[in-house]
């Protein structure tokens, strides 16, 4: 049970920083959902194998991450 939120910390730490990423950088904001909607479209969620054909987002979430600190 000690395990149990193991991650929890990081994991919000995670979306802590991509919220604020959102915030500081609209434009590459828009420009990820804009990409988001021409590819997955509005009717349902991206899926792991959309992940090749949204390279505008997963180098979004890899700058993100590559920025965050864990302590």
Known sequence: ??????????????????????????????????????VIGKNRLPMLGDRQDLPYVTAFWMVQYSNTTYY
């Open 1 to 38: 049970m000690i395990y149990a939120a193991a991650g929890a910390d990081t994991t919000a730490v995670t979306v802590e920083i991509a919220i604020l990423y959102m915030i500081l950088y609209p434009e590459a904001t828009k420009r990820a959902q804009a990409e988001l909607d021409a």
